[in-house]
């Protein structure tokens, strides 16, 4: 019979995304994870399968749930133009945090580019929910009048994500959060 399990499993996989955000997939040992993860080998091997199909489940979690997380503070403003604006500001101060993690997300594109085609599966995925929810906003922006009516949706959209990931990268490199609000502030001055 077998034993039950020890361990809670997404608290486990929780502890492996910062793991692999620090590290990267191929700079991150099994020992590493184990630790951080908090279980034994054979429970990762039994509960996750491999290395690979853990990190991808690590990955499908965490931008499933950082997208989630924007899209609820990008609706929440009942103007579409202070939704745009909670956003990048929300990313702004969360990717400044040291005690928060590197995007797992940008550093999967990173690391892999296209190569991975179950990768760019899932990143891009996110991407096509994110930048449909900030066009939706910025639809609703222009039909309110709060941005201009020449704006082009798509590209704005697309800018509005690009700058969501500039955030996450500066960030990372070091930016202060008053830098990468000044960024935010800029990219919605271009919606004007």
Do not use: H, W
């Not at 990048?88 to 296209?114: D, Q, W, Y």
């Not at 959209?157 to 969501?164: G, I, N, S």
Request: glycine letters at 10%; hydrophobic letters at 45%; a neutral charge.
């Amino acid at each position: 019979m077998a034993r039950p399990k020890a361990f809670d499993r997404e608290t486990a996989l929780q502890g492996a995304i910062p793991v692999f955000s620090d590290l990267g997939y191929d700079g991150t040992s099994t020992e590493v994870l184990l630790k951080a993860m908090g279980i034994s080998r054979q429970s990762m091997y039994d509960t996750f399968g491999d290395k690979r199909k853990l990190y991808l489940e690590a990955l499908q979690y965490y931008v499933a749930g950082s997208v989630a997380e924007q899209i609820r503070t990008l609706n929440g403003p009942a103007s579409a133009l202070k939704g745009l604006e909670a956003m990048l500001m929300a990313m702004a101060c969360k990717a400044s945090t040291e005690a928060e993690p590197g995007c797992l997300g940008i550093g999967a594109v990173c690391e892999f580019g296209r190569s991975d085609a179950e990768v760019s599966l899932l990143t891009d995925t996110a991407g096509r929910t994110l930048l449909s929810a900030i066009e939706r906003r910025i639809a609703e922006a222009k039909s309110a009048g709060e941005i201009d009516k020449g704006v082009d949706m798509r590209d704005a959209a697309q800018f509005m994500a690009a700058t969501l990931s500039a955030l996450k990268i500066s960030a990372r490199g070091g930016a202060p959060v008053e830098t990468l609000r000044g960024v935010a502030r800029m990219a919605l001055r271009s919606l004007a």
